[in-house]
Each structure stands twice: as structure tokens, then as C-alpha cells.
């Protein structure tokens, strides 16, 4: 795992300040059927590369971010605010 | 009715510390802490509002992360004084009283650096974290907000229920340099 986080607000810190949440998912419509809900609460992918996640800075900014890393390589691409990317439209 | 009164006694009272050149640790009078919660965590910036708010009665404002600051002082925040400083921040801010929840540690010395660098990973070379720079961070397994109030002297404020065990950490982590 990537252990060292560059938080846009803290700078680079270590992964030990970061809770994770998990994968960036799309939530289903309320009347999306059982499928799409049981998909979206239960069901993951492993991905070898690219993987996009929720990254809480608990010990830091308390800020939720959308860090963009990969599971082979552990490098971080790209690490931002989730609100002030939604924000700015930028689809994380 | 309670058959016993309540003591207010300090978190730190009875702590002893290093006190030497190298690293000194001290706890800080338990004056006043308030946390401002901005109304926008992206809001313009309010350095101004807050400078005024905290007004020239010694106290510092510290920045807490976005949108978040501490206003600090040694001395105690009486209720009109609170009152003030709330309607001072409005429409901006929010204030709240954490006077009671945190502690105050003052570290300084000219190992204290190299003390420090054992429990937060917080790059704290002055060209990186210059004097008024703060930082949350952890500290060994403690949450806490750091930050260099003069170039060889840092606040650590910490909550209060975690003040004795983080005392005791950094008595430890002070002892080669004592």
C-alpha cells in the first residue's frame, strides 16, 4: 500500500494519519432494484493498477479526499479534496 | 443534590519534565482554547475576521486545516468575553469553547526538532514550518496540533484526556537529549 499520502491541504504525510473508506462508487437511484443496491453495499473489484478511493485525513485536515493510486505499484497519481472537486466539476 | 464538589484540578498538575538546553517541556496556563468552524471549508479568506475577532488581549490564532482555526490565550475566557468573540466572528464563523477539552504543552529547546521528528512525520526544518505555521498531525498514536511559536519553541495542544499519556511520551522521547 501507498504509504506516504500527499494530502493538498497537509502536504505529504504518512498513511497511519488516513482512514479509508473504500472504493469511489457511484450511488444507485433509490428505485434502482435490489441487483444495482447489493452491487453497490456488497460487491468489489481487486484491481491490479489504477484504483480510485475514499481517504478520510483523521489525524490531519478531518478533510474527505479522493486519492487515485496503484495497488502494484503503490505510486500516488493524484490526490484531491473531494468536496473542492465536486466543486470544480471534476468528476474524482 | 451531588454530596461532593466538584475540583477542577490541572490535566498537567503535578507532571514534572526535562529542563534542559536541549529540550525543556512545560504545560501551558489552561487559559482559553476556541475552535472556529468556518462556514465554508473553501470560504475567501478570513485571516482579517479572525484578527479582529481575537483582538489585541494576547491571544494567537492557529490554523487548524481548512476552514478551521484555534484561538488561543493564556488567560481565561470569561462568559461576555466568549460572547464577544462569537459575535465577532458571525457571519463567518462559529465559535466554540474548548477551553476545558484541551491542554497546552510548550516544547522548546534547541533538540526539540530532533525530539519531535520521533512521533510526527511533519517536515519541522524552519524553512518548511516556519514560526505561526501549524499543523495537525499525529504524534506517536496521539492526534494532536503543533505548532512553532518562536523558531526553537512549539505549542502542542492535545486533548485533555490524552495529555498525561502524551506528557509521559514526550518525557521519554526528551530523555537522551536531557
Not at chain 2, 13 to 23: F, L, N
Request: a neutral charge; aromatic letters at 6%.
Amino acid at each position: 500500500m501507498a504509504s506516504l499520502i500527499s494530502c493538498p491541504h497537509c502536504g505529504v504525510r504518512p498513511k497511519e494519519e488516513f482512514a479509508i473508506k473504500g472504493a469511489v462508487l457511484s450511488r444507485p437511484a433509490p428505485d434502482a432494484g435490489h441487483q444495482a443496491w447489493t452491487e453497490y453495499v456488497y460487491l468489489r473489484d481487486n484491481p491490479r493498477g489504477i484504483h480510485r478511493e475514499y481517504w478520510h485525513h483523521t489525524s490531519g485536515c478531518r478533510r474527505w479526499l479522493v486519492v487515485t493510486r496503484d495497488t502494484a505499484s503503490h505510486e500516488v497519481e493524484l490526490c484531491l479534496d473531494a468536496a473542492a472537486a465536486k466543486l470544480a466539476g471534476v468528476r474524482p | 443534590m451531588s454530596d461532593f464538589r466538584i475540583a477542577l484540578r490541572p490535566a498537567l498538575g503535578s507532571a514534572t519534565g526535562p529542563a534542559s538546553r536541549g529540550v525543556s517541556l512545560t504545560a501551558m496556563p489552561e487559559g482559553h482554547v476556541v475552535q472556529v468552524l468556518g462556514r465554508r471549508p473553501h470560504a475567501p479568506d478570513l485571516s482579517g475576521v479572525l484578527e479582529k475577532a481575537a483582538g489585541p488581549a494576547h491571544r494567537a490564532v492557529h490554523a487548524a486545516g481548512p476552514g478551521q482555526w484555534f484561538i488561543v490565550g493564556d488567560a481565561p475566557l470569561s462568559r461576555d468575553e466568549f460572547a464577544a468573540l462569537s459575535a465577532a466572528l458571525q457571519p463567518h464563523a462559529t465559535a466554540v469553547d474548548q477551553s476545558h477539552g484541551r491542554i497546552r504543552i510548550r516544547v522548546e529547546g534547541t533538540m526539540v526538532e530532533r525530539m519531535l521528528a520521533k512521533g510526527t512525520a511533519v517536515d519541522l526544518d524552519p524553512g518548511a514550518f516556519p514560526v505561526g505555521t501549524s499543523a495537525m498531525t499525529l504524534l506517536g498514536h496521539v492526534s494532536v496540533h503543533l505548532t512553532r511559536i518562536e523558531i526553537a519553541v512549539f505549542e502542542i495542544m492535545v486533548l485533555r484526556g490524552f495529555a498525561e499519556s502524551l506528557w509521559e511520551d514526550l518525557v521519554r522521547m526528551s530523555a537522551e537529549f536531557a
